[in-house]
């Protein structure tokens, strides 16, 4: 019983289980064997353990069954797998979104820190068969933080545009400078990204017509004739495994002329390119990437790091769920079942890279919590205040 008193501690205080009691059960009264919170508590900790079905989600609440008893109410044993999908299925994904968001509030530092959106798909999901598309997910990574802060499904692609804005609602961004590919470079969510009291910094491509073309000749000529321009610029050169990598970045936040030609993108108050040249060996390649950002009081320096940092969602988020959790794998495609099961990865992940007492890679993180029930409970209880 060495963990009961931290449990209560934790059902009191803070983390999962505070906020995932309130968590509606979709299930009718009298098929409510095992409660809600023990079927979440067991599913993550699976999950943390390596677990990637509902079959193995029931063998490892077998195997540790005296030691969830330390801790939790179970007059009804560890659920079946049956119970594990059909209730994993069923859950509100909303509800999810909303208990997940509440979850990380408590874990995360409100600063200025970058929050990266971006979608990914879930490929195995696809059923062909039935005609049902793979699972799109868009998540919204906080470099700063090192967690997920979020996720909402969408039908493809070409949606993640409707799905953005309601993504941003459930999230803290005030202060927070949110990064976007082009696809999210829409006047409704720069506009939905100031009302919230954060700062946007878009990619910007040539779907944007006349805009694009206005903003990268400008930006072009402060590259190859600066003078007479006004602009700050800063350089950073990095290196390793035989790649010479040099990025510069332009900023320039006089843009009042670019506003009278482009009224509906009043709210734009900086235009930015980098010029990245990469030597690998005798081969050198170089691109230009435009951006346009709400920020006219950061330099060059601070927008270049930004636009760096965006891709921590794809290198920290993206890859370690297809690595380290084999999400692209995943082959469940009935109710909500594959987004949820997501979510379970992503609270994981989270707890995972918030557990700072042992210097380990993810997957090792896992096996250890696996292995060693005080590490689990280290785990589990990450941001106990």
């Not at 979608?119 to 999901?125: I, L, N, S």
């Not at 470079?185 to 506009?191: K, L, M, S, W, Y």
């Not at 170089?286 to 965006?310: G, L, M, P, V, W």
């Amino acid at each position: 019983m060495i963990y009961s008193n931290l449990w209560e501690l934790e059902m009191s205080s803070t983390t999962l289980s505070k906020v995932f009691k309130e968590f509606n059960d979709p299930r009718m009264a009298r098929a409510q064997r095992h409660s809600l919170i023990n079927i979440i508590t067991i599913a993550i900790c699976a999950v943390i353990c390596g677990a990637d079905n509902f079959v193995a989600m029931a063998e490892f609440g077998r195997s540790k069954k005296k030691w969830f008893e330390s801790f939790l109410n179970m007059p009804n044993g560890v659920p079946s797998h049956d119970t594990f999908n059909d209730v994993i299925n069923r859950l509100d994904q909303s509800a999810f979104v909303s208990c997940f968001t509440k979850w990380i509030k408590q874990l995360a530092i409100n600063d200025e820190t970058v929050i990266a959106l971006d979608g990914k798909v879930m490929r195995r999901t696809l059923d062909k068969i039935n005609g049902s598309k793979a699972v799109w997910l868009v998540n919204a990574w906080s470099v700063a933080n090192n967690m997920c802060f979020g996720q909402i499904q969408v039908s493809d692609k070409s949606n993640e545009i409707m799905a953005i804005p309601k993504l941003l609602e459930l999230l803290d961004i005030k202060g927070a400078t949110i990064t976007i590919d082009a696809m999210g470079c829409q006047t409704d969510i720069g506009e939905k990204v100031l009302e919230q009291g954060g700062h946007f910094l878009l990619a910007l491509k040539g779907n944007q017509g006349e805009f694009f073309e206005d903003v990268s000749l400008y930006l072009d000529t402060c590259i190859d004739k600066p003078k007479n321009l006004s602009f700050d610029y800063f350089q950073s050169v990095n290196g390793d495994h035989g790649r010479v990598e040099s990025r510069k970045c332009w900023l320039v936040t006089e843009v009042d002329w670019l506003v009278k030609r482009h009224p509906r993108w009043s709210i734009v108050k900086g235009i930015a390119v980098i010029e990245s040249e990469r030597i690998i060996g005798e081969e050198v390649s170089t691109e230009r990437r435009y951006y346009i950002t709400s920020h006219c009081d950061k330099d060059a320096q601070f927008i270049n790091e930004a636009i760096r940092s965006h891709w921590c969602v794809e290198n920290n988020l993206h890859w370690q769920l297809d690595v380290s959790f084999n999400e692209d794998q995943c082959r469940l495609r009935s109710g909500n079942a594959a987004a949820n099961f997501s979510f379970l990865n992503k609270i994981a992940l989270n707890l995972l890279k918030n557990e700072k007492t042992t210097k380990i890679g993810i997957k090792s993180k896992r096996l250890k919590a696996g292995w060693d029930e005080e590490y689990m409970m280290k785990v589990l209880t990450v941001g106990l205040s």
